[in-house]
């Protein structure tokens, strides 16, 4: 389908997805929510993880499950939201933990296309929501897409840190290739199982990594 509005690096590797079957399924169930209902994050913004960092950029991989479903939350990143909203619980301790691993604070904002922009590709697996119905696309089509993202980095690139928090997003990245790749995994950073994501030290060890592999590290602030 030449009508996606997708950054072109990805469009390249990602176009068998956009003629199979369940693609013009998913397509035309987004098309009618968004006409019928409301849906997050707003339709402009549903590609944006991917048009803020093209696939020969990325250096980590973030992956969540699908957008919040609060209003203006949800703006295309996982576990982010717009800029002036309230830090969500999980975004909250994520920022406890980087100040805690590397001393430095974030900054206030909880739109991290800051992030995005250094390299950081932050997925969801599902990319739309209905508004106060959570998991509400789950099943949709989004998850065979998702894979096939994932299948691509792991496809053309190497030397990628994968940070897996959580059963969810550890099962997405069973594929990854772990010799050519960093997978870092811990508990999701829900306030049912900070316990297991406080004191991982995820990013100063994806920062090591980045390093020791000639790649330039995220500014994590």
């Known amino acids: 389908m030449k009508d996606v509005r997708i950054d072109k690096t990805w469009k390249a ?3 068998t997805e956009f003629e199979k079957p369940y693609w013009g399924k998913l397509t035309k169930f987004v098309r009618d929510q968004y006409l019928s209902s409301k ?59 980087i100040h805690d691993d590397l001393g430095t604070i974030p900054l206030p904002s909880g739109d991290l296309s800051r992030w995005a922009s250094q390299g950081v590709l932050m997925l969801n697996s599902v990319l739309t929501v209905a508004a106060n119905i959570p998991a509400s696309h789950k099943s949709k089509g989004w998850e065979n897409f998702t894979d096939a993202v994932i299948n691509s980095l792991n496809e053309n690139r190497k030397n990628i840190v994968y940070m897996l928090w959580g059963k969810y997003a550890q099962t ?50």
């Open 172 to 221: 997405k990245g069973e594929v990854i290739n772990r010799e050519k790749n960093l997978v870092l995994t811990s508990g999701h950073p829900s306030p049912y199982s900070v316990h297991l994501f406080f004191g991982q030290h995820h990013f100063s060890k994806c920062n090591k990594y980045l390093i020791l592999h000639g790649v330039k590290a995220i500014d994590w602030r």
């Open 39 to 97: 849906i997050y994050p707003p339709a402009k913004n549903i590609f944006r993880a991917f048009d803020l960092c093209p696939l020969d950029k990325v250096k980590v991989v973030i992956v969540g499950q699908d957008p919040y479903h609060g209003e203006k939350q949800a703006n295309g990143l996982s576990f982010a939201v717009n800029d002036g909203i309230t830090l969500p619980p999980s975004l909250k301790n994520i920022y406890k933990e």
């Open 13 to 15: 590797v990602l176009k």
